[in-house]
């Protein structure tokens, strides 16, 4: 576990992906291979705006372990601003989302592995009330 | 000229008012809004930490400071509740700013007073010309024993500041600390609630420190009360600040931009900070601003600044008052879920 997520620190903590120059696509989670390239993708890593919109959502009340203090709480799935569509947690109340409203990365608390284990950080988001 | 190029903020959304804690234990709401200067606090909601209020502070600061996180080459992170007892907060905060792998770090514990003795190592690397850019970070989620004094104002915020010499919004035309070995208030390894000597916290404590502060540092500079637009004191209450303020010689209009204990609480580490900011937030250029921390066990940091025209281009919005007066109320019952005060056995 500790291995597995010290490896995806750098992803999680900000939303780095990769951008395809061949195409003009743009990949969260990173791929090493532009799907639609193939062999004449030409992928390199990009920071990601962290801005986007909710696409759909689900209100999740029969929550994971690490979850359970915070149910009932919003998972949605994001459309970011430069096309990738990830699912993250949505920090708000379950009747404040909507589809469509603008949403912005946030780090929060993941969870943790007890109370002597590791903390596990990254990114969630947040209403963006600015332009929502 | 070193000084403060950018700063950044940050308070949890969750208030709690003075009101409710004081219907749980039995108590008059009145007779302590009067006695603390507090109505309510800020509560960290279930995923946050100092880690995380640390790095949505050094955020702001690093993205309106429009310099390459790459620059800095310092991080310190003060703090009385980082997350890890052993594993720093500076790393997690210099992984979630970009800020590469090149850099001085550490985690420093003063009780509220760690954020600014980090804007004085930066400041001392800055000069040697160690580092181009250090990023000192005041951040707590402070714990307080349930039904104790402490937990009308134990609160959670924080505010981060880049130190440079170039783009310099606020110089820093001098620092002074007095410390002293004075028990005043402590939490022992494994506690998970601090202690304090009740009113032995008052006059030997913050007033003893923070007078000797501000005097030591406008004897150094010469300097006097009237010389400044704006004072800001370490706000661990509403009452405290004021008096120090009466007793050195500063009016109520001084202090009052910079005053936000009475609406999020004593946010330990980021309070000081948190009032520079407010201040920083309005400032006009030419405009001299006092800053005095103040740490349990026990010292004060006394620093003077002079703000500079480049303020005048700065992004200063959100502001630091907008965020303090934004926010919802909660109960004592997700309060003590929120900051894990429940025990399942």
């Known amino acids: 576990m500790l291995p597995r997520f010290w490896r995806k620190i750098k992803y999680r903590y900000n939303l780095v992906g990769t951008y395809c120059e061949n195409c003009g696509t743009y990949y969260y989670p990173p791929r090493n291979l532009c799907p639609k390239c193939r062999r004449k993708s030409r992928i390199k890593e990009v920071q990601l705006s962290g801005k986007g919109k909710v696409i759909s959502y689900s209100i999740v009340h029969d929550a994971p372990e690490n979850f359970k203090m915070m149910k009932p709480y919003v998972v949605a799935l994001i459309q970011l601003d430069e096309g990738p569509v990830i699912t993250s947690q949505l920090v708000c109340k379950p009747e404040e989302v909507k589809i469509g409203m603008r949403v912005k990365a946030i780090f929060r608390k993941y969870g943790e592995e007890g109370e002597s284990g590791i903390i596990y950080y990254g990114t969630k988001f947040v209403p963006d009330e600015k332009i929502s | ?345």
């Open chain 2, 1 to 345: 000229m070193v000084g403060i190029v950018s700063y950044g903020t940050y308070i949890p959304k969750y208030r709690i008012r003075v009101e409710e804690i004081a219907r749980i234990w039995g108590e008059n709401a009145e007779t302590i809004k009067n006695g603390l200067g507090i109505l309510q606090k800020s509560v960290p909601d279930f995923d946050e930490d100092t880690a995380t209020i640390a790095v949505e502070a050094g955020r702001e600061a690093v993205k309106r400071a429009g310099i390459d996180p790459k620059e800095i080459g310092a991080v310190y992170v003060g703090s009385e509740s980082h997350p890890y007892a052993v594993k720093p907060t500076a790393t997690i905060v210099g992984e979630a700013l970009g800020i590469g792998n090149e850099y001085f770090a550490a985690d420093l514990e003063f009780a509220c007073k760690a954020g600014t003795a980090g804007i004085q190592i930066c400041m001392g690397l800055v000069k040697a010309g160690m580092i181009k850019y250090g990023l000192a970070i005041g951040a707590d989620t402070s714990q307080s024993r349930p039904g104790d004094a402490l937990e009308y104002s134990a609160a959670a915020g924080g505010a981060a500041v880049v130190i440079g010499k170039d783009g310099v919004i606020a110089e820093i035309e001098g620092t002074y600390s007095f410390t002293s070995d004075t028990p005043d208030f402590w939490r022992r390894e494994g506690q998970p609630y601090p202690s304090h000597g009740g009113r032995f916290t008052g006059i030997p404590a913050y007033f003893r420190h923070i007078t000797s502060a501000a005097k030591g540092l406008m004897e150094e500079l010469g300097l006097k009360p009237s010389d400044f637009s704006y004072a800001v004191f370490h706000q661990p209450n509403g009452k405290f600040p004021v008096r120090v303020a009466k007793m050195l010689g500063f009016s109520t209009e001084q202090i009052k931009q910079g005053l936000l204990v009475s609406h999020i609480g004593n946010t330990y580490s980021g309070s000081s900070m948190l009032g520079l900011c407010a201040v920083l937030d309005e400032a006009k250029p030419g405009e001299r601003i006092l800053l005095i921390s103040f740490g349990s066990g026990a010292g004060s940091d006394a620093f003077s600044l002079i703000v500079t025209d480049e303020i005048e281009d700065f992004e200063r919005t959100p502001k630091v008052w907008d965020k303090v007066m934004s926010g919802e109320f909660i109960d004592y019952g997700l309060y003590v879920k929120l900051r894990r005060k429940i025990k399942f056995g």
